[in-house]
Each structure stands twice: as C-alpha cells, then as structure tokens.
C-alpha cells in the first residue's frame, strides 16, 4: 500500500538550533498537512499546503511542497524546549477527497 | 478552527466488551472521521462518518467491528465491539470545515486499553 516516510525518526538538538525534517513518497499528493503532537494529546495543525513549489510560515515554522509532488519539508527555527513532541506530515491521496495517510513521525527531542 | 472533544478520554476494559467513544463539534462541519493510532505509531483512517447514512469504511475495518453513527452535523459515536488486547490504541476524531478546505483537525483522541 501506498507509504509515506518520515525522516529523521528521531532526532535530539540543543535549544536555538534550527531543525529540518522531511516526508517522501512514491505517490504524487494534491495537498500536505503538518502536525504536531504531545504526549496524551489530538496532533495539532501547524500548516497546510495546497500547491506545489508552495512554501508557507506559521510563526518558527516553514513548510514547503515539493516540486515533483512527491515530498514536503518543515523546518524550525531556534527550537525551543516546548517544540517537543511528534511531527506527521499527512498527504493528501486524491483531489477533491478528504483522506490522507499520515507518515511515519518524526519524534523531537530538544535539550535546554 | 473547531473546538472537538471526545468521551471518554481514557478507558480500560475488559477483552470481549464493547465499548462506545463520543465526539462532539462546536460548530457544524461537512466531514468527520475516525482514526486508529496503536502506540508508538501513525494514524490510520477507520472511516468517514456519514450523516444520515452509512458510514464508509477503509480497507481492513469493518462495520461489524466498528459501528459508526452521526445523526447530525456536530456529533458522531465509534464503537469498538467484542474488542480484544489488539484493539489497544487511541481513537481520535477529525473534522474538515467545509467546501473549499482540506484541513483536518482533531479531537483529543480517547486512549483504550483493553485487558
């Protein structure tokens, strides 16, 4: 069945670094979401992207649609301990549709 | 974006029972869904609940096993029937707004343990 993966898996960086992470695919997606999520908790939506080449800020955070379609990057800027959690990226499987498949995670660890 | 809660947050029950999870929308939305989280893992869609009808199932869920109603626009129930130590996992609703939008937000998702 059709995949998406997540890299890094996980990953540990100091306060004030900058962090990227990316989803690829065999598959050609219409839209990527963005979410994070803590412990104990629904993944929250960080960022939507519709187009591709679209790159989009929320805050720290930047997302980018890849120009084949097929991958999306989120980078974050001066990380902070509250940036902590679960990363998935969800990709969009047809047009017009409302389902995704959700990629592996990307789990953030960030040491004051 | 919509405020999405979910009853009960956590549960613990025992293999062979049933057990019936709640969510409810501040406001009307076009589309709701229900995921599958196992732990340490990703998302996976069970369905897309419908209003008024049937619900639609995605491959390798069942309605027998998990019995979906929404009988309006703000409110929709997952069941979890005859459940067994695999059915561990969390379930978490989503909504998508309406017309024009992909987004997807979700519920606060109701953690199960199954004994």
């Known amino acids: 069945g059709q995949q998406l993966n997540q890299s890094p898996q996980s990953m540990f960086i100091q306060e004030g670094e900058d962090v990227s992470m990316n989803c690829t695919s065999s598959s050609i997606f219409n839209t990527w979401l963005w979410y994070k999520q803590d412990p104990g908790e629904g993944p929250v939506l960080l960022i939507a992207l519709y187009k591709a080449g679209e790159l989009t800020s929320n805050g720290r955070l930047t997302a980018q649609f890849g120009i084949t379609r097929k991958d999306s990057f989120l980078n974050i800027s001066a990380s902070i301990p509250s940036d902590v959690g679960i990363y998935f990226c969800a990709g969009q499987l047809i047009s017009g549709t409302y389902k995704y498949i959700f990629g592996t995670g990307t789990r953030l660890k960030v040491l004051a | 974006s919509a405020v999405i809660s979910q009853k009960p947050s956590r549960d613990i029950c025992q293999r062979g029972t049933s057990l019936t999870i709640q969510c409810q929308v501040d406001?009307?939305?076009?589309?709701m869904f229900w995921y599958r989280q196992q732990p340490g893992q990703s998302l996976t869609l069970i369905a897309t609940?419908?209003?008024?009808?049937?619900?639609?199932?995605e491959s390798g869920f069942v309605i027998d096993k998990f019995p979906i109603s929404r009988p309006n626009l703000t409110f929709s129930t997952l069941t979890v029937s005859n459940m067994s130590p695999e059915d561990s996992s969390i379930y978490l609703c989503?909504?998508?707004?309406?017309?024009?939008?992909?987004?997807?937000?979700f519920g606060p998702g109701t953690r199960l343990t199954v004994t």
């Open positions: 609940a419908n209003q008024g009808s049937e619900a639609t199932y």
């Open positions: 989503s909504v998508s707004a309406g017309i024009g939008t992909y987004e997807q937000y």
């Open positions: 406001s009307q939305v076009t589309m």
